[in-house]
């Protein structure tokens, strides 16, 4: 895929947001140059959460990238970062808001040398405001913008088992956000500073409850929350689960005459001990079958059923396995699992090179930016590399 081809891209980020975000775009063709420090690199590579053997979250966010060192906190290494600044297209970073102007490779100081340059900055709350400074992760981001507020029963809020704010409050955000800045630079010639907040991307899962903030609204109430039974989740004779989600009256009839139920038809929104009464009508009947047998049952009825892939179960779903969302990184096929390309599917049988070593393209990068060999031995006696 060569949509961004002949896009250069210096990658600063680590753990999950930048990385898959920068995958994407060399996906599409860009040249990105993933670019570690000299001391402990991305985390993703020693922390026990990536994985461990080959099958790595590193490898799979990592993968098709070059891999450089390169120390920040030497006059030298800034200098050379503002060097290979010169010829790129796009900066991504992840520290906290400052850090990379403390640095003196920030926004104003690369634009001075590249006034072309789509600087994309990804941070919890964003440049400014009175929790710019403030550490976190994506349960404080979801917290914040409300999402946790609204996830699960009227008990305690449930925490998700997905990073939504890393992924779409991050990464989708702010690869969004960059194809618009390249877009601009290709119209205008100009480069753009873009400060993503993932809290204020993830404001906008909010908006279907714009019509009921300060209401008094409380978690468990909110009708796509699991307080309605035709919007719901369902244990199966084998303890497996199905979601059924037949908001529309076509569908809901549809189903209810499928299990002989049309005795519930006015019953779709019940709500309170309503809800909780039909809830259990319909527990008692899907507890006759398996998920299996469900899906068969169901199988070309428009009543909006399908499946809760449990980890082990995504692999084998027929509809995923056609897609081909997943594939391996590596010469052999065998490396790590990694996930492809949902923005443009064409080439998606390509070959994947697997993720970089620490530093393993710095010489090449190096070379490629005019650096002489002795000036690049120079910079490793010097601990800059």
């Known amino acids: 895929m060569d949509l961004l081809k002949n896009i250069k891209v210096l990658d600063l980020t680590r753990l999950l947001p930048g990385p898959l975000l920068t995958l994407f775009l060399a996906d599409l063709g860009a040249e990105v140059i993933k670019i570690e420090d000299t001391e402990q690199g991305d985390y993703l590579r020693w922390m026990s959460l990536s994985g461990s053997g080959q099958n790595t979250l590193f490898g799979a966010l990592n993968r098709d990238k070059k891999g450089m060192r390169l120390n920040l906190k030497l006059p030298e290494g800034i200098e050379v970062f503002r060097e290979l600044s010169r010829h790129a297209d796009v900066i991504v970073e992840g520290f906290r808001p400052g850090v990379m102007d403390r640095l003196g490779v920030g926004y104003p100081a690369i634009s001075a040398v590249n006034p072309a340059i789509v600087y994309c900055s990804i941070s919890g709350y964003g440049r400014d405001g009175p929790y710019s400074a403030c550490a976190g992760h994506d349960l404080n981001y979801i917290g914040v913008a409300g999402a946790l507020g609204v996830t699960g029963g009227s008990g305690r809020p449930v925490i998700p088992g997905v990073q939504i704010g890393d992924i779409a409050g991050g990464s989708l955000t702010s690869f969004g956000a960059i194809m618009l800045g390249l877009y601009n630079k290709e119209k205008t010639g100009r480069g753009i500073y873009l400060d993503i907040s993932m809290t204020d991307s993830l ?183």
């Open 203 to 385: 404001l906008s899962f909010m908006t279907p409850y714009l019509p009921y903030l300060k209401t008094g609204l409380k978690r468990g109430e909110m009708e796509l929350t699991g307080s309605i039974p035709c919007y719901n989740v369902y244990r199966t004779k084998d303890d497996r689960f199905v979601t059924l989600a037949a908001l529309e009256p076509k569908f809901w009839s549809r189903f209810l005459t499928m299990i002989d139920r049309t005795d519930l038809m006015e019953e779709q929104l019940a709500k309170g001990r309503d809800s909780e009464r039909v809830y259990n009508e319909l527990q008692r009947v899907f507890r006759s079958k398996t998920r299996a047998e469900w899906l068969e049952f169901f199988r070309n009825e428009d009543v909006c059923l399908a499946p809760v892939n449990e980890i082990d179960d995504v692999l084998d779903d027929p509809h995923i396995e056609y897609r081909g969302m997943f594939g391996h990184a590596g010469t052999c096929g065998d490396g790590p699992l990694t996930i492809m390309n949902p923005f443009y599917r064409d080439r998606q049988d390509r070959s994947l090179a697997r993720a970089p070593e620490a530093g393993e393209h710095t010489v090449e990068v190096l070379r490629q930016a005019g650096y002489s060999e002795q000036r690049i031995e120079q910079l490793k006696k010097n601990g800059v590399i």
